[in-house]
């Protein structure tokens, strides 16, 4: 698209070449072709080395650019503008079942359902209105989606998992898998046994929940894997057997909750992160990045840090000790002459 | 299900109004419609709160309950029996390959095997009787899948990998995708190299082994990856190339060991741990949570935790110094005042 | 094959048994049927206890073996050539597309493209010249996927997603799912809201770059998530949105890098580390295992451990914090007495 266009688009005036742009990038990572943008003048040493093609900037700008420039009211708006201009089309999931799909015949799709290439649905599974079931994904016997929700390439949700309204579930998610339960022991002849314990629940997943790449959640033991409403699930986090996630929640990167623990409404866990199983986590409870929970935490601190997880100043604290402990030393050392020489 | 008919079916007698239910679930999680239990009076504040419909309560329950209760001799036990007839029915897989299934006409299936949808078995492949090869799944070249193995949709086989009998792939497994091995250094004219080592072995999983969802185990340089009979791993573990682990271990999620590693008969790696490469972790060892091990574990320690990792005693200590410094610092003033006073 | 046979091939000399052999291992983990070797003296021991069927020794080697002997100048070597001849043949993967995949009239295939069973390939996608996509893979609108690239199967490539040539996609891996971003506040009655902010960008992976199993990197916001060229991403590695690669690097498995991070060239990222989001990591620093980077880092520091994480010196002088203090208490005891004895 030409900055000139662009410009019309935006309500902008074009400076310089009329150049061709067709992406959007921050002033350091911009490319040639690029468009990019600016607005607080602190940043002149970043427009002045930037490699975009063309730089939205205020009206008041008088700093000057090395490429051609587009004045807007607002730089940063007009920027997600023209991003949404630049950004590959969302592809078109139509209402209807694509021929390859496999959908069982006592399976209920609602209205508008879209089913993509060399997807199955099995026996029983109702679609609710509008949702889109993307190729290439297994949804397992009885299984129940909602209203509108999205489901990429390549998920799977084995038998009973209900999903909710309104989700976004990306590629590669697995809902449902058995949760890691086993009994062992020695048998009366000594020798050992594992055995696997039946896992009998279902995974149920709330309206407006968002879920990540690669991510697992496994079905309940008994009763439900339950993510209420609005939690929003980055990828590759594990969630155990039974866990029951309130509401509003956010489970970032490769995060992971054990079996039967409780997180609360507003909780926010940060990446790689792990909660061991059969705790809680009162609401709005914020567990900081690498963090290992081991014991319930019951909302009197907002934040922890660390393994074993503390409060920040604790945690602070203890990445002081070298030093602390250093200057300790020498005073002892100081100390020890005096007294010597007393 | 009626309450009235469950009773019977357990052998109890229900009190109160003749429920409808259709799941089971814990005390606190447990929802309208929902069938709960408690053996223990300890419990008595949980079960006057719960949600749910009825509660199966020993004979001898004296304090009453908020909602429809079915006495049963042992509770714990009868509702793992309601929730076997609650659980969303196994999926029949009968014997027969699927229509749309692509098996190579040189490849061997054994009797009574199932084969899903738009799933793909090899040149050569050998599929054991009884085994379950789900929709999606991609079986390789010249591998061996044991008999009344299951493997859930949407696993991948690489070439020549090697899977025993009895054993459960969840959904998302990889096995068989390359080690990570690169040889890196600078030629002559001082530009910068990195070479593909080729990964030549395979990777072979003993009987009785359970791999969870999204779990990736890597092929070997040369010679195997080997994962021993009765081993147990999680969700979203990694296992490098060449890694042996002997058996009857467990690997919780997340966790992940590295190349050429071998993890001895009978241990347990918790979520989120971390095993270094080209080390031996002895017979029974278990690595806590989030631990690092750098080196091996020749047993005379049983649990290691913390990175580095180290016995739990130590790691105690560890998590004490700050308080303990606090008082010696304290200490050290006092006894500054005492010098400076004589 | 017999050993005999490989004598030849390799150019050396058999004595002992004419044994078959069938694949290749390390002394300690070969069993019957596999050909080990040893170069080295020191490992006498390791020779007189391997369970291998044949060992390769070098011409000079008077301590005896076992088993039966190939000799050869150079048993390393030797050793490769024979796993080379054990491996399981690499698949053919012949030019030309199976007759289930599905490919958009819209897109473009190069000369000697394979493209496997039940592949999707969407409108206006761009697949270059001698590029091997599997079975089972999804490449959605307007992808494009440079020359002699490999991707295996059930890979899914996002709309939008570029690859360069000569890469290697490995099993599972997500390319371009929505980044994580939402906005959340309360509105003016109080209640919450989370707002997911549009993903609108792509992901753009250089050429030469490996992938491995069920990794995930996101689109970016606006712009581009950039793998360089030659960076080498082991498995079930997670990349947010914005983050720039520069190139030659190494991500060990289960490491994350979070949103609009800048990884340096030559960087090597350890297994289960984590890099915050928002910063830059220089040129050639290494972040170890498990470490967590929360700032930063300029290339002062060439290799950082712990969390957060910090030169090699001060976290190997915190593990020692422990030792360092009680010696401390003791001094400080001893010194107690001395004063209140004066």
């Known amino acids: 698209m030409k900055a000139s266009e662009l410009a019309k688009v935006l309500g902008g005036t074009l400076e310089g070449e009329d150049v061709e742009l067709s992406a959007c990038g921050g002033l350091e990572e911009a490319r040639p072709g690029d468009l990019s943008f600016c607005k607080d003048p602190k940043h002149v040493q ?4 930037t490699k975009a093609s063309a730089v939205l900037l205020p009206p008041d ?8 420039v587009i004045r807007v009211a607002d730089p940063n708006h007009a920027c997600m503008t023209a991003a949404k201009m630049f950004a590959p089309p969302e592809p078109v999931r139509a209402p209807g079942v694509h021929p390859t799909a496999i959908v069982d015949p006592s399976a209920k799709l609602g209205k508008d359902v879209h089913v993509g290439a060399f997807t199955v649905v099995e026996k029983g599974a109702e679609i609710g209105d509008g949702a889109v079931i993307e190729a290439q994904v297994f949804i397992g016997e009885g299984c129940k989606v909602g209203a509108k929700t999205h489901i990429y390439p390549q998920v799977t949700l084995r038998e009973g998992t209900i999903v909710g309204a309104d989700c976004i579930i990306h590629c590669g998610v697995r809902l449902g898998g058995d949760g890691y339960g086993f009994n062992n ?4 002849d ?9 896992q009998l629940g279902i995974v149920e997943i709330g309206d407006g929940v968002e879920i990540g790449s690669n ?6 033991r008994i009763g439900r894997t339950y993510i ?9 986090v594990q969630i155990g057997h039974n866990v029951k996630v309130k509401g509003y929640s956010g489970l970032i990167a490769q995060s992971g909750i054990a079996g039967s623990t409780e997180i609360g409404y507003g909780c926010l866990i940060w990446a790689q992160a792990g909660v061991s199983g059969h705790i809680k986590i009162a609401d709005g409870v914020q567990v900081g990045p690498q ?4 014991q319930s935490l019951d909302g009197s601190v907002r934040y922890v840090i660390g393994t074993p997880a503390e409060p920040m100043k604790e945690f602070g604290g203890r990445v002081l000790v070298p030093k602390m402990l250093a200057k300790l030393k020498a005073e002892v050392k100081e100390l020890k002459a005096k007294v010597a020489a007393k």
């Open 190 to 198: 000594g020798s050992i046994f594992i055995e696997k314990i039946p």
């Open 46 to 49: 970043l427009v002045e080395s």
């Open 61 to 68: 700008w008088d700093k000057g650019a090395p490429c051609s």
């Open 215 to 220: 991510t697992t959640i496994d079905r309940a």
């Open 291 to 294: 963090a290992g929970v081991p």
């Open 185 to 188: 022991g020695r048998r009366e």
């Open 228 to 236: 209420g409403p609005m939690t929003k699930i980055d990828n590759l």
